[in-house]
């Protein structure tokens, strides 16, 4: 696939995070865990210079595997926590790797819930070697609260019937295959694999919530109309957890425009056993209803399904029976193909 | 006005904030920055010994004026910062007044942004004394995200068409007024000045956002069927910055029953020229809509009307033709009468 960073090289350098990327998998046995990593390698594969693994491992990217004095000879800046595990802690065994990495003269790149610098042997091997440890969960200070005033440029926000079906993949995606027509985008990265992806954004879920509007303004801020910021969306209005997280995204981000992010055949909000996944309807409805107070032109450019888990003939027919159900493009970005192309035709309507 | 303090006076000295209070004023001379004070001299007057000036104040209460240890003899255990001014700071000119009152023996309570603790003589004072600092600003650690599980009990939540209008003087008389139904009920507080009128609550606005819907959870938890819990609303779903805190606090509250609060006569959302004041109708609509994803059965009880700024006869009109208009019950609660006791009655309904 083809880079989505938004920042060349050298600006990520000045402003973002430190890539090219040292991808550390530990001691991962289970790929599940990986996400992160495997997100990484997908989308912006050319910044990442290989995978560091330690004894025990059993899940791979498929990168080159090197030591990290290896991967600062072949350019690496930072080294990336791809991996996740159970309660979001760095295990024990990882603490050697980490302070080889340091040594070796990598920046240290975090979305786990734990800090980087809590752990006292990385805190003093960071201070010792002049390296950085970052938490992207980290937000910003001096967030201000939304200003609601209208900006210029074109927004496009992904929104969902749920949470983790596919709203970072499909901006993604849309971001790509925009760019690929010619125009100006940008990728806002709103958690934390999307951030190391893009090599810059806001953990919008960990903004203190008076200033979550606040936080989308910054992240999508008025840009040349010609302009598109294809913005990464997180859980969903009518989930019974994170409506909060979502209504100040949309509202911050002001979207011209956004597609609802569905996965067919997903009966249950994920989680969340008695709460039925609501109709991509309702969501529309709502995203309308509640986006209007600061996009009153907002407007649904169509559906993005998650067909992964059918056949290629079933995901066909899903995706045409939602296209007519609701008169609006539905495609599966991750398929791509005409139905995708109609999804962008209508993003930029 | 009687008490509307959830906790009786031990139980709050045990859980809550430590109270009888002090009321300290500073050295303010504008009305408009004590309405802490006069809240808590309002709703909780029984609850406030007195009031602590310094040289050159011209804001009163009516409360005796009483220095730091004619408070304690009098019964005082806790003196609440009862002015805000521009900025939340606390100015270099208060520090003498509150390291007496600590040496008093009073604990002391703020709401204000800049954090007690944060100022060395405060810190230094309040360790050599034994007493504490408590910043209701500040969330409980430990909240977790929304469950989403219905849970027995009535909860009425106030909710707005804007900030600032009257939401939680609307549920302090629905507390007090089914109170006096001889009903179970509690104020549920969700900012500072609630906070300090319940002597407990959450600041819904200062938790992070993915936890929102948590906190509001743990702040009306599962009740007897025949309990009441009156949420004090914030913000306004249709506000272009704070609605992220209101969808929180809607999808966590899972009310069973809503009020919304309105200023007739307001055209233009507080501080954001440009934004109209949407419809109480619009704010049914969006409540309703959200609200079921966690509480399918909510319905709007009525509305509360802000008339402070008509006079009797024009506040009696616009109330009536509120209520023609909407087909519900609508009242000024600070006026009370028999459109109020209508409204408490849509309450239980």
Redesign the interface.
């Known amino acids: 696939m083809s880079s989505i960073a938004t920042a060349p090289r050298d600006e990520a350098a000045e402003d973002g995070l430190p890539s090219p990327y040292l991808l550390f998998l530990g001691d991962t046995v289970e790929p599940g865990y990986a996400k992160t990593a495997f997100g990484l390698r997908d989308w912006v594969g050319e910044r990442c210079v290989g995978e560091f693994t330690l004894p025990g491992a059993r899940v791979s990217t498929g990168l080159p595997r090197l030591a990290p004095r290896q991967a600062v000879a072949a350019g690496a800046r930072g080294l990336v926590i791809g991996v996740a595990n159970a309660g979001g802690i760095i295990p024990r065994t990882w603490i050697a790797g980490l302070v080889e990495a340091l040594e070796a003269g990598l920046d240290i790149i975090s979305g786990m819930h734990a800090r980087l610098a809590d752990i006292p042997e990385l805190k003093a091997a960071a201070e010792r070697t002049g390296r950085r440890l970052i938490d992207v969960r980290t937000p910003p200070k001096g967030i201000p609260?939304?200003?609601?005033v209208r900006r210029s440029g074109r927004r496009i926000l992904t929104v969902g019937t749920d949470c983790a079906l596919g709203k970072k993949y499909a901006a993604l995606a849309i971001t790509r295959g925009l760019r690929g027509r010619g125009l100006d985008v940008d990728f806002r990265a709103t958690g934390q694999t999307g951030i190391m992806i893009a090599g810059a954004g806001v953990p919008?879920?960990?903004?203190?919530?008076?200033f979550?509007?606040?936080a989308a303004e910054m992240l999508s801020p008025a840009a040349p109309p010609s302009h598109v910021d294809v913005i990464e969306g997180q859980g969903s209005?009518?989930?019974?957890?994170?409506?909060?997280?979502?209504?100040?995204l949309?509202?911050?981000s002001q979207p011209t425009a956004f597609v609802v992010c569905h996965e067919p055949g997903r009966a249950e909000?994920l989680g969340?056993a008695g709460?039925a996944v609501?109709s991509i309807e309702?969501v529309i409805?709502?995203t309308l209803?509640?986006g209007r107070?600061?996009s009153p032109d907002i407007r649904c450019a169509g559906i993005s399904l998650n067909t992964g888990k059918l056949t290629p003939r079933a995901a066909q027919a899903e995706i045409e029976a939602v296209a007519e159900r609701l008169g609006l493009p539905a495609a599966d970005p991750m398929r791509g193909g005409p139905a995708f192309e109609r999804l962008l035709d209508a993003c930029l309507a």
């Open positions: 609260v939304g200003a609601g919008i879920d960990a903004v203190v919530s008076d979550v509007a606040g209005l009518l989930h019974p957890a994170y409506g909060a997280v979502s209504l100040g949309l509202q911050g909000i969340y709460h609501p309702a409805s709502a209803a509640l107070v600061t």
